[in-house]
């Protein structure tokens, strides 16, 4: 990934990626990101685990600056959570000179991403039929193939990043008729061709 990062993106280190390089770690912060606050005991019941197991995890994500209590929420004991940024920038040059155990927190932080981008395209596919044709004439699951050097791959992605970026002033407000919450997945990576 590159530099380029929005207001509402947090950064990631060698720190912050050991707080938050584990599954069920990244499954609490992606339901809090796209469903908004929630109790530690709702999103055990949402991702099937105990609310000792979701307690535990979502403090270590406030102690990594991830999550935050959400506290004009809660009532009494009741403890609702918020995640503090709605996206996470990852640059490799960050962790070139990494220790063993960052680099191995990095396959985890990567291989789950890929994992989660890989259930939210199956869950679009089995539901495909459900969404209005609007929205199936609105979807896009391309695959391209170019020949480029790192710096023009660079440079796409940057390019690609400022385009979606524009469309955050064109957000359309949540009772918008036909309105929703779209998921863009982009990778570019080298394949080897020999």
Excluded: C, N
Aim: glycine share 6%; net charge negative; proline share 5%.
């Amino acid at each position: 990934m590159t530099e380029h990062e929005t207001p509402k993106q947090r950064r990631l280190d060698a720190r912050s990626l050991r707080g938050l390089a584990h599954p069920l770690r990244m499954q609490l912060l992606d339901a809090l990101r796209d469903h908004g606050p929630a109790t530690a005991s709702q999103l055990a019941e949402r991702l099937g685990e105990s609310s000792g197991a979701t307690s535990y995890h979502l403090r270590q994500l406030a102690d990594h600056g991830f999550v935050e209590d959400a506290p004009e929420l809660g009532r009494g004991r009741e403890r609702w959570w918020q995640a503090v940024a709605q996206g996470l920038a990852y640059d490799s040059t960050d962790f070139e000179d990494a220790s063993p155990e960052v680099r191995g927190l990095t396959e985890v932080f990567l291989q789950e991403g890929a994992a989660r981008h890989a259930r939210e395209l199956a869950a679009w596919l089995g539901t495909r039929d459900a969404w209005s044709p609007a929205w199936s004439r609105a979807t896009d699951m391309s695959d391209m193939k170019l020949r480029l050097t790192p710096d023009l791959a660079l440079e796409l992605i940057e390019k690609m990043h400022e385009l979606i970026d524009g469309y955050r002033d064109r957000e359309i407000a949540a009772d918008a008729p036909e309105a929703e919450q779209v998921r863009v997945h982009t990778h570019l990576f080298p394949i080897d061709t020999k």
